[in-house]
């Protein structure tokens, strides 16, 4: 079945360090490809999508590209801040079905000043 | 544009009452709503869709009797945890898609639900 892989948690970084969260899937089909935050005590919120391959989501500083051929979208942000740390999941919309998403296990950022 | 109310946001009930948490799109209609569930450092597993005018879909494991699920108009839909038990106790989530297929999905704030 399809599923999302991330990398686990915590990630420890001091400000303006550079950030990668790796991410790969497992899908039939063409899935779109997100990625959610999650800051304490709250919801999730969307933070960037790509819908096919070779695309680039960005938002806030954030990237990440969708590679079909790595099955990836690693999500990147050059100089994280302490206002980042926070609860990342990466996630895919299952293709022909009912708009359902499916979750990676989250990774935790923690960033230092 | 885009939101999901969730209400409440937090909630501690007895053993064997039951708790209604409620989900609602405020700016567009929402066919389709998914309830999640979220156990502390882990991941969103989803409990089941909810389709307005017609049954909802529950995942397998998830017991459709005890999370009753009603999505009786385009911009409401409730979950209700019924004769609650500590092991229930967990955060929940809604979430409803917008726009055309994939074109994105919005969540609601949670709901921190406590059974004592």
């Known amino acids: 079945g399809n599923s999302v892989t991330q990398m686990e948690g915590p990630v420890t970084l001091s400000e303006e360090a550079f950030l990668t969260i790796n991410c790969t899937y497992t899908?039939?089909?063409?899935?779109?490809l997100f990625w959610y935050v999650q800051y304490p005590g709250e919801g999730l919120q969307l933070l960037l999508k790509a819908t096919k391959a070779d695309d680039k989501g960005s938002n806030k500083g954030f990237e990440a590209t969708y590679r079909k051929e790595t099955t990836s979208f690693h999500l990147e942000k050059g100089s994280v801040q302490v206002s980042d740390s926070a609860v990342y999941f990466c996630a895919l919309s299952e293709p022909l079905s009912t708009d359902k998403l499916i979750f990676g296990t989250g990774t935790r950022l923690q960033v230092f000043p | 544009g885009a939101v999901v109310s969730q209400h409440p946001s937090w909630v501690i009930c007895k053993s064997g009452t039951s708790v209604k948490i409620e989900c609602r799109s405020l700016d567009f209609q929402a066919t389709t709503m998914f309830w999640y569930r979220q156990f502390p450092k882990q991941s969103l597993m989803l409990m089941a869709t909810s389709n307005e005018g017609s049954k909802a879909t529950y995942e397998q494991g998830v017991e459709k009797d005890k999370f009753l699920i009603n999505h009786a108009s385009l911009t409401l839909s409730t979950l209700t945890v019924t004769s609650a038990h500590p092991e229930d106790s967990s955060f929940y989530i809604c979430?409803?898609?917008?726009?055309?297929?994939?074109?994105?999905?919005?969540f609601g704030s949670g709901t921190r639900l406590t059974v004592v």
């Open positions: 899908a039939t089909g063409y899935p779109s």
């Open positions: 979430s409803a898609s917008y726009g055309q297929i994939n074109y994105g999905y919005t």
